[in-house]
């Protein structure tokens, strides 16, 4: 059988699956399909995705199997952190044991939706479901990007988060309300709860400075409009010639024509010498005339990495 009239998409699942399709064992190893999983292939050429990998996945789960975990986060579009396996939950005990996959035993109500054509958990069950294995700065960041996303609103997440009869719905709760809209990526969210962590105030986000017919001429990430102090975070995509000179044009004009003072953070700011950011972000409030505290809280290090600890 010529591979051009093989249907791209289906998955193989064993014998009946190559010899129905008239291939052998040796076209999977001939370079023409992959392994997904084992028993589980398909063409070579079809992209590896989050949809695939799930798709494969339930083609060996249990029937009742319902996708989870940061599986069903990355399904509904959030964030999440380096994970290899693709979850599913289940409501009953189980032996199940597939390379690159893990199941989950629940005893509360699954709710479910379905998206790529896949029945997964509902965007506030799996947050929910993740307060138990995710950081507490992991499942905010979750939450901020699937607001993001319009998956539910944070206000809905503190009252279904509040009524969760799963595990850990303290540490769900106390999460959701933390969970913002106007957050663009991780790095902004772990700014932000860096400061509350710490004890500052908490910056205001998304804000929007507007010419005199409305539209808007300026946006900044994180700050303080009355006291116009900016914090923004400089990520790899700053780092091209074209970007830093529109990053230093913007924020001059917001400078020089409407007195914005900024804070610039960087990933070695935050994630290698968070201390001495800490301070100097304590320093900058105070200067701008925002109400600081005297000593810093200590929370934030549960979550960021300290180097001098580490030594």
């Known amino acids: 059988m010529s591979s051009a009239n093989i249907d791209p998409y289906p998955f193989l699942t064993g014998s009946r699956d190559l010899l129905a399709l008239g291939l052998s064992r040796r076209d999977l190893r001939g370079g023409t399909f992959r392994q997904v999983f084992r028993g589980v292939a398909i063409r070579a050429d079809v992209p590896d995705t989050i949809v695939v990998r799930a798709r494969a996945a339930l083609l060996l789960a249990p029937e009742?199997?319902?996708?989870?975990?940061?599986?069903?986060?990355?399904?509904?579009?959030?964030?999440?952190?380096?994970?290899?396996?693709?979850?599913?939950?289940?409501?009953?005990?189980?032996?199940?044991?597939?390379?690159?996959?893990?199941?989950?035993?629940?005893?509360?109500?699954?709710?479910?939706?379905?998206?790529?054509?896949?029945?997964?958990?509902?965007?506030?069950?799996?947050?929910?479901?993740?307060?138990?294995?995710?950081?507490?700065l992991e499942l905010v960041t979750l939450g901020d990007s699937l607001v993001r996303k319009n998956r539910f609103e944070p206000d809905d997440l503190v009252t279904y988060a509040g009524q969760w009869q799963g595990q850990c719905r303290r540490e769900a709760v106390l999460a959701a309300r933390l969970v913002r809209r106007g957050v663009d990526s991780a790095p902004e969210t772990a700014v932000r709860l860096l400061m509350v962590l710490a004890g500052l105030p908490e910056p205001e986000l998304d804000i929007h400075i507007s010419h005199p017919d409305g539209t808007v001429r300026f946006r900044i990430e994180l700050g303080f409009p009355r006291a116009r102090l900016a914090i923004e975070y400089d990520g790899r995509w700053h780092d091209t010639p074209e970007q830093r000179a529109h990053d230093v044009a913007r924020r001059a004009q917001l400078t020089e024509e409407l007195g914005w003072a900024f804070e610039i953070i960087t990933a070695d700011d935050l994630y290698d010498h968070t201390e001495e950011l800490l301070h100097r972000l304590r320093n900058a409030l105070l200067v701008h005339g925002i109400p600081v505290p005297a000593i810093l809280l200590d929370n934030w290090r549960r979550y960021f990495r300290c180097p001098t600890q580490a030594a």
């Open 64 to 136: 009742g199997a319902i996708i989870s975990h940061w599986t069903a986060a990355k399904l509904w579009g959030g964030w999440s952190p380096p994970d290899p396996w693709v979850h599913f939950s289940l409501m009953r005990d189980l032996q199940f044991r597939v390379d690159g996959i893990r199941h989950h035993r629940h005893r509360h109500r699954i709710e479910t939706a379905r998206r790529h054509g896949l029945l997964l958990t509902t965007p506030m069950q799996t947050f929910c479901q993740l307060a138990r294995s995710a950081s507490f």
